[in-house]
């Protein structure tokens, strides 16, 4: 009998063996499977964060940019308001305008347009004789507005290069003369 044990005990090992390296290898897989799941974890959470930041930052430039636009557009209005609408007043407009052009990165442009809607100055070089914008919404609705402040309007196609504009009209309380 003590004879057949030893030869059952040899002939085990090789399966204990096998059943010892599979549950090391499994570990080893279960291991390596958690560290994959950890390490996706984080670059989530990293992500989340970028994107929190990225976010924060396109706010923050959004701001500054329309906060820009209205600094500019109030100073077109205070200089149009103490300098008349005159044609001689409106050339000297146009002609401050376009030697600023302004950060063209951040405003494409800047455009005066009289009480109907026909361009009296614009940082772009145009031809300003026909140019009208009556018949655009955000003209139609910041004409029928009574508020002095910048107002900002939903993104449009512009009609000039084939750009998206968002428009921030200022209103200018003056009367343009006949």
Request: aromatic share 6%; net charge positive.
């Amino acid at each position: 009998m003590p004879h057949s044990r030893r030869e059952l005990g040899k002939a085990l090992v090789p399966l204990r063996v096998a059943g010892f390296v599979a549950l090391a290898c499994l570990a080893i897989l279960a291991l390596s499977g958690w560290r994959e799941w950890e390490s996706r974890e984080v670059d989530l959470r990293n992500a989340e964060v970028d994107m929190a930041n990225l976010a924060r930052s396109l706010t923050q430039h959004a701001e500054d940019t329309f906060d820009l636009a209205d600094t500019i557009l109030t100073g077109m209005v205070d200089r149009m308001e103490i300098g008349g609408t005159t044609p001689a007043a409106v050339a000297k407009i146009q002609t401050f305008l376009q030697a600023r052009k302004y950060n063209r990165q951040r405003i494409r442009g800047i455009f005066v347009y009289d009480e109907t809607g026909r361009w009296l100055a614009t940082t772009e070089e145009v031809d300003l004789a026909g140019l009208d914008n009556s018949d655009r919404d955000y003209f139609r609705r910041h004409r029928a507005s009574n508020d002095r402040g910048t107002l900002i309007g939903r993104p449009v196609k512009s009609r000039s290069p084939a750009a998206i504009s968002i428009h921030g009209p200022e209103t200018l309380k003056a009367t343009m003369p006949a």
